[in-house]
């Protein structure tokens, strides 16, 4: 009697007398003895015997079915696409303060002293607006400023710029803090966007600070600055920013 003997891989479990194997690429039913347990990826040893046309699996080859091919390596993460955007915040709040307290008559933002009434602050406030920021790294920050058409010297003054710890005008008088050279403006003129350090947006952003203020020491020059009473947009502020 003549056998032909052939390595085989099971594609399928056995069901009852049968399993599908892989036999030299051919997808065929083969028989399977008695007492064997046919796993799918099992190796095996097949036999056609005689003049017959049926394969049968007589043992498993090797202990176990071989292990599943591991995944393929996943492609890399696509880099970071970051987000950016621009954030508008209108002041909260604009007041001015000096030795006497809050002016209560208006609420311009003035720097320095007239006829002895006393050394202004002015102040900006932003509010939480720019809290919702947070986690976020601020790449600009302008604001819009103007002079009236009237109060102190016609031609542009020189103005100091002040970082202020609150976002809100406070009982007393504010916090200041680092200080900028900040915009020079005849009487009537208006600057849509004067650049700010960004650091000092970052830093209402974060929540360590909250406005801007006005102040030199000495109270020279005297300067007044539009308040939100004369216009809505006085001292908006556009922050750019990324994440």
């Given at each position: 009697m003549?056998?032909?003997?052939v390595?085989?891989?099971?594609?399928?479990?056995?069901?009852g007398?049968?399993?599908?194997?892989?036999?030299?690429?051919?997808?065929?039913?083969?028989?399977?003895?008695r007492?064997?347990?046919?796993?799918?990826?099992?190796?095996?040893?097949?036999?056609?015997?005689g003049?017959?046309s049926?394969?049968?699996?007589?043992?498993?080859?090797?202990?176990?079915?071989?292990?599943?091919p591991?995944?393929?390596?996943?492609?890399?993460?696509?880099?970071?696409?970051?987000?950016?955007?621009?954030?508008?915040?209108?002041?909260?709040?604009?007041?001015?303060?000096?030795?006497?307290g809050?002016?209560t008559?208006?609420?311009?933002?003035?720097?320095?002293?007239?006829?002895?009434?006393?050394?202004?602050?002015?102040?900006?406030?932003?509010?939480?607006?720019?809290?919702s920021?947070?986690?976020a790294?601020v790449?600009?920050?302008?604001?819009?400023?103007?002079?009236?058409?009237?109060?102190?010297?016609?031609?542009?003054?020189?103005?100091?710029?002040?970082?202020?710890?609150?976002?809100k005008?406070?009982?007393?008088?504010?916090?200041?803090?680092?200080?900028?050279?900040?915009?020079?403006?005849?009487?009537?003129?208006?600057?849509s966007?004067?650049?700010?350090p960004?650091?000092?947006?970052?830093?209402?952003?974060?929540?360590?600070?909250?406005?801007?203020?006005?102040?030199?020491?000495?109270?020279?020059p005297?300067?007044?600055?539009?308040?939100?009473?004369?216009?809505?947009?006085?001292?908006?502020?556009?922050?750019?920013?990324?994440?």
């Amino acid at each position: 009697m003549t056998y032909d003997a052939v390595r085989a891989i099971a594609t399928t479990a056995k069901s009852g007398s049968t399993c599908s194997a892989d036999i030299a690429g051919v997808i065929t039913t083969i028989e399977v003895a008695r007492d064997l347990t046919v796993a799918a990826g099992d190796a095996l040893l097949v036999l056609k015997y005689g003049g017959r046309s049926q394969w049968c699996a007589i043992t498993r080859l090797a202990t176990a079915a071989p292990a599943a091919p591991s995944d393929p390596t996943p492609a890399p993460p696509q880099p970071h696409q970051p987000q950016t955007g621009r954030l508008v915040v209108p002041a909260f709040q604009t007041a001015s303060h000096r030795s006497s307290g809050w002016r209560t008559d208006n609420d311009d933002v003035y720097q320095g002293q007239f006829g002895g009434q006393g050394n202004h602050a002015g102040c900006a406030f932003y509010g939480t607006k720019p809290r919702s920021l947070d986690g976020a790294t601020v790449t600009s920050a302008t604001i819009r400023v103007s002079r009236p058409d009237a109060g102190g010297a016609n031609s542009a003054q020189p103005t100091t710029m002040r970082l202020v710890t609150q976002n809100k005008r406070p009982a007393g008088a504010p916090t200041l803090g680092a200080s900028t050279s900040g915009p020079s403006l005849r009487r009537g003129q208006t600057v849509s966007s004067f650049a700010i350090p960004t650091s000092w947006a970052q830093a209402m952003v974060d929540g360590t600070a909250g406005g801007l203020g006005f102040f030199v020491a000495d109270g020279s020059p005297y300067v007044i600055l539009a308040g939100r009473g004369r216009s809505s947009s006085s001292f908006t502020m556009t922050i750019g920013w990324t994440r």
